[in-house]
């Protein structure tokens, strides 16, 4: 989460992985103050030392997104020390199978993305929305993937997992709007740079690479090949636009989707 007061006070950022580092980046040099949370401090560690390297600001906490009471607890120590909670992304990844056909796939590697991804949503969202919701403003940001629109073979569970995300988002600007809060899912592409730097979207994009006896990089060329841009996002894309869709620039928009797709998906 992002604590922020410049356009931006604070920034809530569960994690510390490329996306979530792009982004805390970009916030941090718009003035926010920054709190990484996620489970393994060196990452997050890495983070706030280029954060302060810079000239911001970022606190880092080892929490699970997962443990409702431990990520209460950070968002209620957030506020004890900013004041609020302005900006809360939520950008834990896991590697879940892909690739694997319906017919070969167990129960619990189809239910893995959904639960996680749901339930994870679900618990960073509330324990924001309860602060910002007492300053009757903020925003709240998701991800997502453009396989919540994408049938084909071997994406099951992430599919579900992705639109039931959208479908969270869209249904929490409902709830929330009243309280003055906005929510907006970021729907990206594969990043090529996130692979690059370690995300766990290596691993899951190597199993898809070799059901089609491509590797990882021939994986994504292919992918860019099939977008109206013939490009992928890059992380400074993603987090510009979640520094945007945070801002009073983007004021009147709530529950949609920004579609980060180079125009793979058209909607
Ligand atoms: N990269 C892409 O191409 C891309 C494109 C579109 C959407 N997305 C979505 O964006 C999200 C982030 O992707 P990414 O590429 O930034 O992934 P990443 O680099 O692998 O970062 C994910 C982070 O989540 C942390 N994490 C996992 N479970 C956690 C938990 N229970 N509590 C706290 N932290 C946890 C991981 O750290 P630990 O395991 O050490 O805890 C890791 O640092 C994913 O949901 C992904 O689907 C990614």
Do not use: W
């Not at 490329?18 to 489970?39: C, D, N, P, S």
């Not at 292919?222 to 993603?238: D, I, Q, S």
């Amino acid at each position: 989460m992002y604590s922020h007061t410049s356009p931006f006070t604070s920034f809530h950022n569960l994690v510390g992985g490329a996306i979530g580092g792009a982004v805390a980046r970009a916030f941090a040099r718009e003035g926010a103050k920054v709190f990484l949370a996620g489970r393994t401090l060196t990452k997050l560690d890495a983070i706030a030392s280029e954060i302060s390297a810079a000239g911001g600001v970022a606190e880092i906490a080892q929490v699970d997104a997962l443990d409702e009471r431990a990520v209460e607890e950070h968002a209620d120590a957030v506020v004890a020390k900013a004041g609020s909670i302005d900006i809360a992304l939520n950008a834990i990844g896991i590697y879940h199978v892909q690739g694997t056909p319906i017919s070969e796939l167990s129960l619990e590697d189809y239910a893995l993305p959904i639960t996680v991804y749901t339930q994870t949503n679900f618990i960073t969202a509330k324990a924001a929305a309860r602060h910002m919701a007492r300053k009757s403003s903020g925003v709240i940001l998701t991800l997502s993937t453009p396989v919540s629109q994408m049938p084909g073979p071997g994406y099951m569970g992430h599919s579900v997992a992705c639109a039931g995300v959208e479908a969270f988002s869209r249904h929490l600007a409902g709830e929330l709007a009243p309280n003055g809060i906005r929510v907006i899912c970021l729907r990206s592409h594969m990043i090529p740079e996130a692979e690059a730097m370690g995300s766990h979207t290596r691993n899951v994009f190597r199993s898809v690479a070799e059901l089609n006896g491509v590797t990882n990089e021939e994986l994504m060329a292919g992918a860019a090949a099939g977008t109206l841009l013939k490009r992928l996002p890059t992380l400074a894309n993603v987090a510009d636009t979640a520094v945007f869709m945070a801002s009073e620039q983007a004021g009147a928009m709530t529950g949609t989707v920004a579609n980060l797709t180079s125009g793979f998906i058209l909607d």
